[in-house]
């Protein structure tokens, strides 16, 4: 399995045994599920703040790997696809997987997003700020259903903006639980639903607008943002 990107970049580690050891402070302690562990670090390294999510006997399995593989080559998949429609996503610097004394592990290491704040930390008071937003993540959410994938896990949290209004940057993380569902309606609806139960910036007539953007980005006549 490779354990570089493309274009590795200088001055960081370039191995699986490297980027284990990297000392940095858990934004996400280690959790148990899946029969194994899986957490989040925060590291700067060459005065630059990256994420590695570290995990062990944490696997996916699927008809191309029905053994198992850890999830952060299916997170790193789905970044790649994401970026690919043009989806703002976290960039990623390492993947790679290796044997440790616990067992088989996965390690994905991401830039952090210089200047992104979640959606559930964003504070703005003035309402043409806050329809503005609404319409450019309905327009990024439709962009992914376009293409008849589900996020799975669109909390607030998980939805990343810089800027203010019109001019806002949206981004989308923690990509593990990306999928196809076998039927695409399906995955608007879910996603769509989770969102507007899990935020609490917008009033109703925001998240018509957050709708409405979100039907043009679905017909394909819309542009991520």
Same mark, same amino acid.
């Given at each position: ?14 191995? *699986? ?26 590291? +700067? ?12 006997? &944490?696997? =996916? ?10 999830? +952060? ?20 610097? *390492? ?5 440790? !004394? ?7 290491? #991401?830039?952090?997003?210089?200047? *992104? ?6 504070? +703005?008071?003035?309402? #043409? ?9 309905? #327009?990024?959410?439709?962009?992914? &259903?376009?293409?008849?994938?589900? =996020? ?5 949290? &998980? ?27 399906? !995955? ?25 953007? =979100? ?11």
């Amino acid at each position: 399995m490779p354990s570089t990107i493309d274009a590795p970049v200088a001055d960081l580690p370039q191995s *699986f045994e490297a980027w284990w050891a990297v000392p940095g402070a858990w934004v996400e302690e280690p959790n148990r599920r899946r029969g194994g562990w899986s957490g989040m670090l925060r590291a +700067t390294l060459a005065g630059r703040l990256y994420y590695v999510k570290k995990q062990c006997n &944490h696997l =996916h399995r699927s008809l191309a790997s029905p053994r198992g593989e850890p999830t +952060t080559e299916r997170e790193y998949r789905n970044i790649v696809r994401l970026a690919g429609l043009g989806i703002r996503v976290p960039q990623p610097v *390492f993947r790679g997987s290796g044997r440790t !004394a616990e067992g088989y592990a996965g390690i994905l290491v #991401t830039e952090a997003l210089e200047g *992104f704040v979640s959606l559930d930390a964003l504070q +703005t008071d003035a309402a #043409t700020d806050r329809r503005a937003l609404a319409q450019k993540v309905g #327009t990024v959410i439709g962009t992914l &259903h376009r293409a008849r994938l589900q =996020h799975s896990c669109l909390y607030d949290k &998980h939805i990343m903006v810089r800027g203010q209004g019109a001019a806002a940057e949206v981004a989308l993380i923690d990509l593990e639980k990306l999928r196809r569902p076998l039927l695409p309606w399906r !995955a608007a609806a879910h996603d769509l639903d989770q969102l507007s139960r899990h935020q609490a910036l917008w009033d109703d007539g925001d998240w018509r607008a957050l709708l409405a953007a =979100h039907a043009v980005a679905l017909r394909g006549s819309g542009q991520p943002a």
